[in-house]
């Protein structure tokens, strides 16, 4: 499974950006999405996810101001941040839980990365 993640950038307090990442696989069926998030010196934290069934959680930090989508048909996943703050500046990860047809068994996949930057 690869993934490609796009829409980072540079971008001033309260303003917004849109992050998506696709999947690339025809051996694998693509279960829940997320976006996770680090900057330098720190663990890498959850920032939003959404279950194959469409259920999305939020880490408190972002919760009322950024949403994650996905697109099942075309194994994408947005992440649209709104209100951004200068505290949200960290390199964006996509992840995906994926597993082959026809298996249980499930493995995670990460996207290289992809620099948000918040000036204030």
């Known amino acids: 499974v690869q993934l490609q993640a796009s829409g980072g950038g540079l971008v001033q307090a309260g303003g917004f950006l849109r992050l998506s990442c696709v999947a690339s696989?025809?051996?694998?069926?693509?279960?829940?999405m997320a976006w996770y998030r680090q900057v330098p010196g720190k663990e890498r934290e959850l920032v939003a996810e959404?279950?194959?069934?469409?259920?999305?959680n939020y880490a408190d930090s972002v919760a009322g101001r950024f949403v994650i989508s996905r697109d099942s048909a075309k194994k994408m996943v947005n992440l649209q941040m709104s209100s951004l703050k200068p505290e949200d500046t960290a390199t964006y990860y996509c992840?995906?839980?994926?597993?082959?047809?026809?298996?249980?068994?499930?493995?995670?996949?990460w996207g290289q990365g992809t620099q948000v930057t918040v000036s204030s």
């Open positions: 992840n995906v839980r994926a597993s082959r047809w026809g298996r249980s068994y499930q493995n995670a996949y």
């Open positions: 696989t025809s051996s694998h069926k693509i279960l829940d």
């Open positions: 959404v279950t194959s069934g469409g259920m999305t």
